[in-house]
């Protein structure tokens, strides 16, 4: 359970990509009950509805809810306006949305090697881009990466390279930002009970298995999103957080 005495994010603005399920939706909720702004920004939002009910039911003074293909560098930019001109600012970004297509590696085609890396690595390099372009000295940005990111399967090659370049564009912001008093660091999440997860046809087939206790919670990744975003985590900056309950030691 969130400690709701906890206010950590007050008078803050958050923006959560891929924020109406999931990680995301558990992120945006846990920065609410903290009590932050929050934006929810996903591909669509037709069915945003409960979830900025429960957003504002948490905690949150103000919640909207944006479409956005973060990989169009323009829309990004006028959601991330249209967050700053109803918030007053953008403190705090975390990149959670991302996308999986599972295949040999020879035959991915070029256009689907644009499309997951679009989604997977420029989308957040274009959220990060508006942050520094506008955010506060205290800002953070975390990025939420992968197990892929560090150690990997079959069928995933453009995923895995995308998060692996997700840390290396986390390591950048964070050596760019120091001197602003702007702060990003990355999560590793493991086995987190996602339709993600689940849909995972190396589990599906039984080529992979994964032990129950090795599957964790979206409000595990939350947990460490908020921490990393706080102020708790200001000397914090440049690092990549593993959250797989032990999982990758024994890949």
Not at 151 to 172: C, D, E, F, W
Not at 223 to 233: N, V
Not at 238 to 247: A, D, I, K, Q, Y
Request: net charge negative.
């Amino acid at each position: 359970m969130v400690n709701t005495m906890s206010r950590r994010f007050e008078q803050r603005s958050v923006l959560v990509t891929g924020g109406l399920g999931g990680i995301g939706l558990a992120t945006a909720q846990r920065l609410a009950a903290e009590g932050a702004r929050v934006a929810l920004i996903d591909l669509e939002i037709g069915d945003s509805a409960a979830a900025l009910a429960a957003c504002r039911e948490a905690g949150a003074p103000d919640a909207l809810a944006l479409a956005c293909d973060v990989a169009d560098e323009a829309r990004v930019e006028a959601v991330c306006a249209t967050v700053r001109k109803r918030f007053g600012a953008l403190d705090v970004v975390v990149n959670v949305a991302g996308a999986m297509l599972f295949k040999p590696l020879e035959e991915f085609t070029g256009a689907e090697w644009q499309r997951l890396l679009a989604v997977n690595l420029l989308g957040p390099v274009h959220f990060t881009r508006q942050w520094l372009r506008h955010a506060a000295p205290g800002g953070a940005v975390v990025n939420v990466a992968s197990v892929h990111a560090l150690m990997t399967t079959p069928l995933v090659a453009p995923y895995a390279a995308a998060k692996a370049a997700l840390l290396s564009l986390t390591r950048s912001t964070a050596i760019e930002g120091r001197a602003r008093g702007l702060r990003a660091n990355a999560i590793v999440p493991g086995a987190i009970d996602t339709p993600m997860l689940w849909s995972n046809p190396n589990l599906q087939s039984g080529a992979e298995v994964i032990a129950p206790d090795d599957v964790g919670s979206p409000e595990d990744i939350a947990a460490a999103a908020a921490f990393l975003a706080s102020d708790e985590a200001k000397f914090i900056t440049g690092t990549c957080l593993e959250v797989s309950g032990g999982r990758l030691a024994r890949l």
